[in-house]
């Protein structure tokens, strides 16, 4: 069985940084978990694919206005996944999901494996 498990939200003011963490554990090679991805859910909204990133660090990001702000890498030694936060914003409040798959991508009905999500809530 693979868990994820996410770690690092917190309340912060607007403009400062967090870095999120998500542990993977359990044989996550053996189901095909090579690529783990960060989702958010802010209040009454949709999920919403930040980026992923691959065994290899090849990674992909979110388009939108979070490009830029938003970093993932990983440390396979460790079997950590991170997303460094900077210039946070209030929209940027939302619950913060690590998700695990083969190969992944910017939906999350493309990704079996989850965590159950951190929270950052970002002041004005």
């Known amino acids: 069985q693979v868990q994820l498990t996410e770690s690092g939200g917190g309340l912060v003011q607007a403009g400062g940084s967090l870095r999120l963490s998500c542990a993977v554990s359990g044989s996550g090679s053996a189901y095909g978990v090579y690529t783990v991805g960060w989702f958010r859910q802010a209040s009454g909204k949709e999920l919403e694919f930040i980026a992923r990133i691959s065994r290899k660090g090849v990674t992909e990001y979110s388009t939108g206005s979070l490009r830029g702000r938003f970093t993932i890498s990983r440390d396979s030694a460790k079997n950590m996944i991170y997303l460094q936060m900077n210039n946070l914003k209030p929209e940027d409040t939302a619950l913060y999901y690590c998700?695990?798959?083969?190969?992944?991508?910017?939906?999350?009905?493309?990704?079996?494996?989850w965590g159950q999500g951190t929270r950052v809530t970002v002041s004005s």
């Open positions: 998700a695990g798959d083969e190969i992944g991508g910017t939906s999350d009905d493309q990704w079996t494996f």
